[in-house]
């Protein structure tokens, strides 16, 4: 016999801005079915803002964040969680337990431009820019040297 114990979960997608561009519909209704298909039931998923990353992930520097408040049996976090990391338009997520859903989570979704994205993702080079070596100055040292003169008395 396997205990249920229903909790209420807070899960923030990062999404690749390749994939949002092709519509934010799909992308946001493929993620959150990886959810439903566990069991869970969805409270709330909706685009939380797009930024700019702090460092490049798969070779993109923008990103999507989709943040999504469900309530699911303890039992299918790990396989959410396994669906989440398999999935290719996923950059990374976080699921975390929540105690409660904030008010503003049930507020109707803003209109999203997918066309408004900058287009400054280009895949970065591999490897990172190497700065030119500073150049070498040769400065000439002129030692002098000091010498004391005793007194014989």
């Known amino acids: 016999?396997?205990?249920?114990?229903?909790?209420t979960y807070e899960c923030m997608c990062?999404?690749?801005n390749?994939?949002?561009r092709n519509g934010w519909q799909p992308i946001k209704d493929s993620t959150l079915a990886i959810f439903t298909k566990h069991g869970a039931k969805?409270?709330?998923g909706r685009r939380w803002d797009e930024r700019r990353l702090a460092y490049t992930i798969k070779g993109q520097q923008r990103g999507t964040y989709l943040l999504v408040y469900f309530s699911a049996d303890t039992q299918a976090l790990a396989g959410i969680r396994r669906d989440l990391q398999f999935r290719e338009s996923i950059l990374r997520s976080l699921l975390i337990e929540c105690v409660e859903v904030p008010q503003a989570a049930y507020e109707p979704e803003a209109e999203f431009d997918v066309?408004?994205?900058p287009a400054d993702d280009a895949p970065a080079s591999e490897a990172p820019a190497v700065a030119a070596p500073?150049?070498?100055v040769a400065v000439d040292?002129?030692?002098t040297e000091?010498?004391?003169?005793?007194?014989n008395t």
């Open 14 to 16: 990062l999404l690749d």
């Open 134 to 136: 500073a150049e070498v």
């Open 141 to 143: 040292v002129v030692a």
């Open 115 to 117: 066309n408004a994205i």
């Open 42 to 44: 969805i409270l709330s």
């Open 146 to 151: 000091t010498t004391s003169t005793e007194t």
């Open 1 to 7: 016999m396997t205990l249920q114990r229903t909790r």
């Open 18 to 20: 390749r994939e949002v």
